[in-house]
């Protein structure tokens, strides 16, 4: 991931992450698990959208129920 956010710094690029599925983890014995997303990384807060969706993990698995979640200055509409 460090090596895809230094990528997206270097050629000035936005970075699109599924998480659609961030709070299923696979544990292993004497390992902290847990979800780190691509806005989490230095330097790309500004510059990542995050995909997700409440169909997998809310159990809502009937509906396409969506969003995104990215900073104003990409989401902001321009006349």
Avoid at 12 to 20: S, V
Avoid at 35 to 61: L, P
Wanted: glycine share 6%; aromatic share 10%; with cysteine.
């Amino acid at each position: 991931m460090e090596y895809i956010a230094q990528l997206c710094q270097e050629f000035d690029a936005l970075c699109f992450t599924d998480e659609i599925y961030e709070h299923i983890l696979y544990p292993r014995e004497g390992a902290d698990i847990q979800h780190i997303s691509m806005a989490q990384i230095e330097g790309m807060r500004d510059r990542t959208v995050v995909v997700n969706s409440m169909s997998k993990t809310y159990s809502v698995t009937g509906w396409r129920v969506g969003y995104c979640i990215a900073p104003p200055e990409i989401t902001r509409r321009h006349s």
